[in-house]
């Protein structure tokens, strides 16, 4: 049996373990608000003396290390989840900036009022006599600013977009540099723990401070984790690893020569070693979210005001190209130049995107005295001209000794000017003028380029409204104003009005998409949340009944000690001494 000197270590045992889960109660109570912090527990179990012959007698209790309550796999769940939600903050936040710009809702903020107004002058000018009259004139110059501020918003629009990509790489590579520190410093929590676990003790507050690091991480990026026997944590990114226990690898951003420089990001082990472009790897997070705005997002919606700009240049300068105003021509150079004036005309040598077919244009000659002298007519084969023979042609044409002289300036443009009278352009199957730029409206061919040409609008009497010099002929103004409702193939088949109608509809979709889905994963993540704070949150009420049950037992423990002691004072003390 155990002698009584074994009863001191029972009592010590259950006092020292009191103590300790006092201690730990106190712990729990202290970090009850901080962030991140898991509750701990003491594990204890029953003492066994296996040298001792009668193990089966009360031999105390052996306390063992301080325990965090967690659930690592509803742990991961939640972090995975987070990331998804960071992704869809960060395309909302920067959904609605777009969406600013581009909100038909608000007065003078879409494009649709300009667009409108655009089309309206054109309308209107088609209800004026085609003359030098002052309301004509006064509605030329409407017209004018109309477009002016048509072109200036498209200007802008596509401006909004390439800063707010230009502020998505600023933020790309901020994110860059936040990953590199934080795995830093999951490294060095890594290395701790592994120390601290080394000696047989959980490094329970250790692995808070990590899953702390962690969760700041996947709110950046997604990432996967692995932990081994030794507690170390391994970190990755797509299939690249960040963190392998006390070790990093670095990502950093690198311009990509392929896609106008805009910044990818790479993973590598050192400056000297391997490089590997993991920018599709990139899963969930705000770095997801700013790389497929930069990406995918805003150059989609760059691409559709491209494309409207460049159909609304391109049509209504086929119009306007073959219209007349109410002036001739004296002089005119053509507005985009060639890559080169000896290059074939299959080639798009004035880069606009328009294919020059086998056609022909017209140019319309008139004397001295304004009388219309006849017309020339230039053929043009896109496989066997080029600028020199096109420039020949006009040059040798003549009506009546009246003719066009055609010269190649050093920038590749064709200048034209009349010898012995005026002339206008009547019509063109060939595209030869609009691709040139001859008598255009607008310039450029995108929405960054867009603007009206400066020979119309330092005399805006160029402006053509008619297909002739007829009184009442507005064909031209009223062709140019029902653009807007024609169904263009450079649009999928449908009209300007239609195609812008569905861009902004297209922001406006994809903000309340992103909306829902945010709000779905705010679902999710607070359920998440609430689940891992039952398992791993203080409660303030369950650590005082702790509290005081330990104090019981630590006090019930000491009466225990101070009873064996005063057996073992009688035993010491008093025995032995009858008879003395």
Do not use: C
Request: proline share 1%; aromatic share 8%.
């Amino acid at each position: 049996m155990a002698n009584i000197f074994g009863s001191l270590h029972i009592g010590s045992s259950g006092t020292k373990s009191s103590q300790a889960k006092i201690n730990i109660t106190g712990h729990n109570v202290a970090n009850a608000n901080t962030d991140g912090y898991s509750r701990q527990r003491v594990d204890s179990e029953t003492f066994i003396n296996k040298g001792y012959a009668n193990g089966s007698l009360g031999q105390g209790v052996e306390t063992g290390n301080a325990k965090r309550a967690y659930d690592t796999i509803l742990a991961e769940n939640l972090r995975k989840e987070t990331s998804q939600l960071a992704y869809y903050q960060s395309t909302e936040e920067d959904l609605k900036k777009v969406e600013i710009y581009f909100n038909e809702l608000e007065m003078g903020s879409g494009l649709g009022d300009p667009l409108k107004e655009y089309f309206n002058a054109w309308k209107d000018l088609a209800n004026t006599t085609p003359d030098s009259s002052a309301e004509a004139n006064s509605k030329r110059y409407v017209l004018l600013s109309k477009a002016e501020v048509l072109t200036r918003k498209l200007n802008e629009g596509h401006k909004v977009m390439d800063d707010m990509a230009q502020e998505s790489e600023r933020e790309i590579n901020e994110y860059v540099k936040q990953i590199n520190m934080i795995a830093g410093d999951i490294s060095e929590v890594n290395k701790s723990i592994t120390g601290l676990e080394s000696a047989s003790r959980e490094a329970s507050d250790l692995r808070d401070k990590r899953d702390i690091l962690l969760n700041e991480l996947s709110e950046i990026v997604g990432i996967n984790t692995k932990e081994n026997d030794e507690g170390q944590l391994s970190v990755f990114i797509g299939s690249n690893i960040l963190v392998d226990g006390n070790m990093t690898s670095k990502i950093f951003v690198k311009s990509d020569s392929n896609d106008s420089g805009r910044l990818n990001v790479y993973w590598g082990t050192t400056n000297n070693g391997p490089e590997i472009d993991i920018t599709g790897q990139i899963s969930g997070g705000s770095l997801k979210g700013e790389l497929v705005m930069r990406n995918d997002t805003l150059k989609g919606y760059q691409n559709s005001l491209d494309s409207l700009s460049r159909e609304l240049i391109i049509e209504t300068n086929k119009i306007h190209s073959t219209g007349q105003g109410d002036m001739l021509f004296n002089y005119i150079t053509s507005d985009n130049a060639a890559t080169s004036s000896t290059s074939s005309l299959q080639q798009d040598i004035f880069g606009r995107g328009v294919e020059i077919n086998k056609g022909t244009f017209t140019i319309t000659l008139y004397d001295q005295d304004g009388n219309e002298a006849g017309d020339i007519n230039i053929n043009i084969d896109p496989t066997a001209d080029n600028l020199k023979t096109v420039a020949k042609k006009i040059s040798e044409a003549s009506v009546n000794s009246i003719s066009i002289k055609a010269t190649i300036t050093s920038d590749h443009k064709i200048n034209l000017s009349a010898n012995g009278g005026t002339f206008s352009f009547k019509s063109d199957t060939s595209n030869f003028l609009t691709a040139s730029g001859f008598n255009s409206f607008f310039t450029g061919d995108s929405a960054v380029n867009i603007g009206v040409s400066n020979f119309i609008k330092e005399n805006p009497s160029f402006i053509a409204t008619h297909d002739s010099m007829l009184a009442g002929d507005n064909n031209k103004s009223r062709a140019i104003s029902g653009l807007s409702f024609n169904d263009l193939d450079g649009l999928g088949g449908v009209s300007i009005n239609e195609f812008y109608s569905y861009f902004s509809g297209q922001i406006g979709a994809d903000i309340q998409k992103v909306i829902a889905f945010r709000e779905t994963k705010e679902h999710t993540v607070m359920q998440y949340r609430l689940k891992l704070d039952e398992i791993q949150g203080v409660s303030m009420d369950e650590e005082f009944i702790n509290l005081m049950k330990f104090q019981k037992a630590f006090e019930a423990n000491s009466r225990f000690i101070t009873a064996v002691d005063e057996i073992i004072d009688r035993i010491i003390n008093g025995m032995g001494v009858v008879g003395r």
